[in-house]
């Protein structure tokens, strides 16, 4: 059935995570019922510099579990099958565009980049096939409401009714 759904690829910091100031990290508002919605609507995916494999390791889950308020089970079906190197580029984040399914792309399965921040290649490569309108903006950091509005932009794009 997951193949028959959309991919959703999913950023962590300053995306379902928000940094206040004095370093402490909270979850932004509605994060643990976005995830669920992701989850019964999407094939999640991490791409997230918390697990540039793809998939997180059992401490990480439970430390992003306790900041969501959710259980670890909530948390297991996010995985992606691609990795991204974590090398900084000049822009000082890591191109993540090498971890997005290009088969699935290549067979024009729908996908959403739900992220912060994306490099100049991030950007060029997605506009050099024509995938720009995939990515998502969410900065829960600068704007704590924007997951309501990201979920909004899912529902009418995907035409989801599940309110």
Not at 4 to 30: C, M, N
Not at 72 to 101: H, I, M
Not at 131 to 140: A, G, M, Q, T
Request: with cysteine.
């Amino acid at each position: 059935m997951s193949a028959q759904r959309p991919i959703a690829y999913l950023d962590v910091d300053d995306t379902i995570l928000r940094r206040l100031p004095g370093e402490k990290t909270v979850a932004a508002p509605g994060a643990g019922e976005f995830l669920r919605f992701l989850a019964r609507h999407f094939e999640a995916r991490w791409l997230t510099r918390w697990c540039p494999g793809g998939m997180m390791r059992p401490a990480q889950l439970v430390r992003l579990a306790h900041h969501l308020t959710l259980a670890v089970p909530d948390l297991k079906a996010f995985r992606n099958p691609r990795a991204f190197e974590d090398l900084e580029t000049p822009d000082g984040y890591p191109s993540k565009w090498r971890a997005l399914d290009w088969d699935a792309i290549a067979i024009s399965r729908p996908f959403v980049w739900i992220e912060n921040y994306i490099t100049r290649e991030d950007e060029a490569v997605l506009a050099r096939h024509g995938l720009l309108d995939s990515y998502i903006h969410c900065d829960v950091t600068a704007e704590p409401g924007r997951l309501a509005e990201v979920r909004a932009i899912l529902q009418d794009r995907f035409h989801l009714d599940d309110a």
